[in-house]
């Protein structure tokens, strides 16, 4: 990752749909960030053909194809293996947080999350995985 | 010195001769009479020695009850000792064939297995016989089907030419032994079933835990996913400027709105779900007329109709029948069953309802035209959360706890659900109730 380049594009994966418009909000209102939005594995697929987003939102608990089966399709693809990568999860137990930082992933973001800090959050892991 | 003296000399010679012999002879005699007496004594001895042993046998035996036999197959002859007889409780005035007088103490399979038991050791050959196969245990039977457990072992002895001569060998009354095994083979068996009981209990709790922890893991994630939008719309909302749109505004309340809606009905779910399963619900029975809460039920739901712009019909007559129920509940069962044939049928469509007797039971039955239910979805329709993983209830706002609810509050009605369905043709959900005739 270039340390020169600036956090632009967000693909984020949620399939509920209120939430997505409130992250999509948060990321384009108060960050000023482009923001992809999909509901499933397979549309952020679809999405990915066509863009190469500069970080990747996954909620975790997703039906079909969930959060970290979707992050082991994108990380096969080479250009997404170093692609900074954060799971939005509402399932917060030690156990499952534990669980999920197993995976190859640069963090978690716990739900409920704030729209405010949203976007810090998400600079300040791209700023550590860019240094 | 003349004859006369030596006549006299030879005379006293003579005398104290016949003295000296007569004083060994009395000596002799008296030796004799010791060592007679001695003999005498030993042999008293030797019988009281071999009176004693034997004595002392009997009594070791009879302490032992262990009778010992001896069997001559040369002569055919058998020898037991007198234990033999208090063991297998025989008068010896009242037999003369001994193996006879035995088996007639066994029972057909016994006597059957005792002869295989001889024959076989009779057959083999010195080198060739394991100890095992020297020692039977088996049962004798008495009037009053009073009955002993005996263990026979045995020893054989060859001749010259490797030719069984006799056996010989104990017969042993095991009956308390037996019983105590017994007694101590059912105990054990009782502790293993014991055991078994625990580990079963033991999984159970584990699962029963499992269970809970899961439970409360996906209680968690479902009340915080409306919990955010709810958070993130209002938040946004807190932090605009007046130039944002009235439509943005209005959207971010929409989102707030109907995520505290879902929010509402599914801690609603799970505090009934908590209540039912811990078996603290209470439920108000009382006699209905079963056409007045169906009526009723169908219009309490008509705003779900009207939501997903289906039909709520209701086809053939009613029965004029009364079933024992907790209106409030009752309601409930149905707004479930009623609100999910909405939610999944296609626009435009109907939702029948019917109700009608069959094998003593009302059946309720609710059919939409819908999407039906995939395969896989079948059997866990009934289990909490089921739905937590599917996409298209999640977007048609379920807590995942309807269904579960709707079977245990049937349950508590002392009825049951069931349903069919078939994907892309519509699901029918069959609400099994006992009633009262008029």
Redesign the interface.
């Known amino acids: 990752m270039s340390d020169t380049k600036k956090l632009n594009k967000i693909l984020h994966i949620d ?5 997505r ?3 999509k ?2 990321l384009e ?2 960050g000023g960030y482009e923001v992809i939005s999909c ?2 594995c397979n549309s952020a697929l679809k999405e990915l053909e066509n863009h190469t987003p500069d970080f990747i939102l996954i909620d975790v ?4 194809i ?1 959060g970290p089966e979707t992050l082991e399709i994108i990380r096969k693809q080479d250009k997404f293996k170093d692609i900074p990568v954060v799971f939005m ?5 030690d156990s ?1 947080i534990e669980r999920l930082r197993q995976r190859d992933i640069n963090g978690i973001i716990k ?6 800090e949203l976007c810090s959050q998400i600079q300040k892991i791209w700023d550590e995985n860019s240094a | 010195m003349d004859q006369e003296e030596r006549y006299k000399l030879r005379i006293e010679r003579e005398k104290k001769a016949r003295k000296e012999a007569e004083r060994l002879l009395q000596e002799k005699a008296r030796e004799l009479f010791t060592s007679n007496e001695e003999l005498k004594k030993s042999k008293d001895n030797l019988q009281e020695e071999n009176e004693r042993r034997t004595y002392d046998l009997i009594r070791v035996q009879k302490l032992a009850k262990i009778a010992s036999w001896r069997w001559n197959l040369k002569k055919n002859t058998i020898i037991w000792s007198t234990e033999m007889d208090f063991v297998l409780e025989l008068d010896p005035n009242t037999y003369t064939n001994k193996a006879r007088a035995y088996l007639k103490k066994c029972l057909p399979d016994e006597r059957k297995r005792i002869k295989e038991f001889f024959y076989n050791i009779i057959s083999k050959s010195s080198n060739n016989i394991s100890d095992n196969e020297l020692i039977i245990e088996h049962t004798i039977v008495f009037h009053q089907g009073k009955q002993k457990n005996l263990r026979v072992k045995c020893e054989c002895i060859y001749d010259e030419n490797k030719e069984l001569e006799i056996m010989l060998g104990t017969v042993q009354d095991i009956t308390e032994h037996v019983d105590y095994r017994n007694q101590l083979n059912k105990r054990v068996k009782e502790l293993e079933k014991l055991h078994e009981e625990l580990v079963k209990a033991q999984i159970q709790a584990d699962l029963e835990n499992q269970r809970k922890s899961e439970f ?2 996906t209680v ?3 009340l ?10 209002l ?2 909302i807190k ?1 605009m400027t007046p130039n944002d749109t009235k439509r ?1 505004v209005d ?2 309340i929409d ?1 707030a709105y ?2 505290s809606h879902r929010l509402k009905f599914l801690v609603n779910d799970i505090l009934d779900t908590e209540k039912i399963d811990s078996d603290n619900i209470k439920f108000n029975f009382k006699k209905y007329l079963i056409t007045d809460l169906i009526n009723e039920a169908v219009e309490l739901n008509k705003p779900y109709a009207q939501k997903y712009n289906v039909d709520f019909k209701i086809t053939g007559t009613i029965p004029e029948i009364y079933i024992n129920a907790d209106k409030d509940r009752f309601f409930q069962i149905m707004s479930n069953l009623l609100s999910n044939a909405a939610k999944y049928s296609h626009e435009g469509d109907k939702v029948d309802i019917s109700a009608y007797l069959k094998l003593n039971r009302l059946v309720i039955s609710i059919t939409d035209y819908g999407l039906g239910m995939p395969e896989e979805f079948k059997d866990r329709i009934f289990t909490k959360f089921a739905q ?4 298209d209830s ?2 048609k706002e379920g807590t995942g706890l309807g269904l579960y609810l709707t079977q245990k509050m049937v349950e508590k009605h002392n009825g049951k659900v069931s349903f069919k369905t078939k994907e892309g043709k519509g699901t029918a959900f069959f609400v099994h109730l006992p009633y009262e005739e008029k």
Not at chain 1, 15 to 19: K, T
Not at chain 1, 61 to 64: A, K, L, Q, R, V
Not at chain 1, 111 to 116: A, H, I, L, R, T
């Open positions: 399939d509920d749909n209120d939430i418009a409130i992250a909000m948060s209102t108060l509901n499933s608990m997703m039906p079909e969930d999860t509402a399932k917060i137990m499952e739900k409920p999350f704030d729209p405010s | 409360l893991s968690n994630h479902e915080r996913t409306p919990l955010t939008s709810i958070h993130g719309a938040e946004l932090m943005k959207e971010l989102i109907r995520n937590a993983d599917n996409s999640r977007e």
